[in-house]
């Protein structure tokens, strides 16, 4: 059952519903309304797909090509070819070698074995058209140059072209490396037959139903509503048939292909000599030097046929071993004396060893004539199915025919039922008919139509050769809507969200919910897991993901772990100490959150905010990396353990600092962390410090102009005890401090004016050192205190702290709102965990978190 389903919302395929029709093209350049030069060319959305190029059996030269002048064989995308045959592999390296074939991108598939076989086939169909006349259409190296440009492909391998082109070789039966071909232009599915036989005989299996629904069929109907009969009763006939002719001391001439069918009445004839010891004398005779190299490419390809032949050779009872048939390199080693069955090719006896041995032997009545294979017309294997009295040899003497003639099809092509059956199973809209002769291919149409007359959307073709085919499809789509879904029946304009699902033609929009009762499809749920290693603490994870998506959620798992959720879909865990774990439900959206995450979690070991909140406090990070690296190359907070609520607290602060210093940094460029106030005991002692003073006197000494040193406090931030107290004393909330407040006493008695720092008492802290031109502010970043002796720069960074704050807290906010209600959801939402596959929305209340698409079922039945 053929079922696709297209996205989550109904929005792209009300879109597309405006773009009319597009439209198919079918062209045959041979095998249309006959049998033979099958070239059957497709044209969809700009792509051209050409399948087949074989050579008509009955003429010669270039008479025996298909139309190729009909095509510019530069446009071509990809030549596909079914299989050796040379009505459908022939014309090949006349097409690649010389027409404009090799002026384009185009490039020839077939399988591995059609491959190998292919090569021996068209060696010897070289040798044979040069021998007979001036026509020929390629040399041997020619066609050797074009073979290896061929592309190899196997069995249900999905072969990508590019640009929407796509296909896949299925089993098509018939003979060793016989495919059939689905075939996907921008979606449109065309499943090309080739030859296919639908019963499994000695060592092939039967062709395969593939498991997609093609929109269109072209179909071999070679035996149009002609019944062929049961394989056993045929085998039975064919070798009692035998047996009668030598029994008669007659001599049995079988034409048949080099490979394909040959191989089959090997193992059937094989199997009879062993079963009937008194017909052991009698020669069997395999008039085929190729054919002796073919079998070990059989051989190879043991793996591609069918259970009875695998077994055989798991066994090490070599199938392709004849114990009772000969082979006969050339007809001058062959001593003609007595009863003795002989294979020999070609088939339809235009000329070659069987055509020799059919004029030598057909005036003899003891010896017996077997047709095995389908005869094309125009052929010495057709005329002479009608028994005249007399041939025509090739010299152009008349021979009298006396020898038995007798006609046993095995050739391997469906017959009328067996097509009949398939034609139902693949229930394509469009069937074209091809390789059929046109009396044949009628009457299968005449009977197709018959059955199909109720079914008005079934349109059944037979294009004759170069009068193109234009199937129409329509662009435009029309879905229903079903279920839940259809509660409230959309508006123009309206979104509509659900599944919507392709059967028969047909497009239906329902809720996820509904998809057992409506389709009796069962949904599954995707959990992707991503793990990442990652060097910082959990607190600057957090901070990191707050800066990106505002709130998170915290909690724990159904395991214990720590996990945060963000946008309400992905959960990051702490799976193992340098260790996240990222886990999502599957969705179009929730993909796209969890790769945004991803990024910023691996950009947060080199974020220059994390570098600055993570180099401890009573160090420069300035003019110092060699001396950190050596010191600890670990973060001095990786692997942290938030052990009390002080700890958790302070690193939330942290946080909020690292927040301001990439705010402050954004505006200012040049932004330096360090440490302010002193302890009681301590004094500056290392060169850095004492660099560091340096560097903050000769700031200062340039700013003497600008004014007192002033503090000032955020009006919305928590203002300590102290300078709130001086705060009240003023009047406009400006503290000027000519002084350091607890640093009086410790200024150094030096005649330079103090740096900015220096004039700052209090425990030492964190702090950020902002430069605008040549002036200094120093944020103190525990009370969000600024310093400053120019009064403008220090209104504008207090401004841009308050800033900083806000902007953080009002992004988060906007989160909170859309996530209404989750937030007392937090501990029960991850006891839920993805362990066990819930949908994120069925936890949440709020409607904005909800994500229908999250349950989007993966439709490929
Ligand atoms: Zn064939
Ligand atoms: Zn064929």
Sequence with gaps: MP?????????????????????LRIEMLGAGNEVGRSCCVLTFKGKTVVCDAGVHPAYTGIAALPFIDELDWSTVDALLITHFHLDHAAALTYIMEKTNFKDGKGKVYMTHPTKAVYRFLMSDFVRISNAGS???????????????????????????????????????????????????????????????SREEDRHLVQAEIPPVRPDVLICESTYGVQSLEPRLEKEQRFTTMIHNVVSRGG????????????QELLLLLDEYWSAHPELQRIPIYYASSLARKCIGIYQTYIHTMNEHIRSRFNRRDNPFVFKHVSNLKSLDKFEDKGPCVMMASPGFMQSGVSRELLEKWAPDRRNGLIVTGYSVEGTMARSIINEPDEIIGLNGQKIPRRMTVDYISFSAHVDGTQNHKFIDEIKAQHIVLVHGEATNMARLRGSLQGKYSDKSEVKIHTPRNCEPLMLKFRAERLAKAIGSIADNPPKPGSTLSGLLVSKDFAYTILDPKDLAEFTGLSTSTIIQRQRVALNVSWEMTRWHLEGMYGSVQEGVDVEGRRTMRIMGSIDIKQSAPHELLLEWVSSINNDMVADSALALLLGVDSSPASVK??????????????????????????????????????????????????????????????????????????????????????????????????????????????AQAKQDGDTNGD?????????????????????????????????????????????????LAVYSRSDALRKRVLHLVALADRTATSTSDAFRDEMEGADGAVEELFLGAHSIPVEPGEAASGEGVEDRGSKKPKLEA
């Excluded at 001599?251 to 040959?262: E, S, Y």
């Excluded at 004492?690 to 955020?714: C, M, V």
């Design 735 to 783: 503290v000027a401090m000519t002084n350091g407040h607890g640093g009086a006493g410790d200024t150094p008695s030096k005649q330079t004016p103090p740096s900015l720092e220096e004039l700052i008492g209090g425990p030492p802290r964190q702090a950020l050192r902002v430069y605008l031109d040549d002036k200094v502010a120093i944020l103190d970043l525990d009370e």
């Design 134 to 196: 001036g026509d020929r259409l390629f040399d041997e190296t020619e066609m050797l140059a074009s073979w290896r440009q061929i592309e190899a492909v196997d069995f249900h391998q999905d072969v990508s072209v590019g640009g929407g082109l796509r296909f896949t070789p299925y089993h098509a039966g018939h003979v060793l490396g016989a495919c059939m071909f689905l075939i996907e232009i921008a979606g449109l599915r065309i499943l090309y037959t080739g030859d296919f």
């Design 3 to 23: 079922l696709t389903a297209a996205g989550t919302s109904a929005a792209g395929a009300a879109a597309a519903a405006t773009s009319g029709e597009d439209q």
């Design 251 to 262: 001599r049995v001439l079988l034409p048949v292909f080099v490979l394909g069918r040959a």
């Design 613 to 722: 909140m993570t180099t401890r406090p009573h160090k420069h990070d300035h003019g110092s990396e060699e001396a950190d690296e050596e010191a600890d190359d670990r973060h001095p907070f990786a692997d942290p353990k938030a052990k009390s609520a002080e700890d958790y607290i302070a690193m939330k602060r942290i946080a909020r600092a690292a927040q301001i210093a990439t705010f402050l940094e954004a505006y200012y460029g040049n932004v330096e962390q360090i440490t302010i106030g002193k302890a009681p005991e301590e004094q500056p002692e290392s060169g850095e410090a004492q660099g560091e003073t340096e560097d903050a006197e000769e700031a200062a000494n340039a700013k003497q102009e600008d004014g007192p040193l002033i503090k000032e406090e955020p009006t919305d931030g928590g203002l300590p005890e102290e």
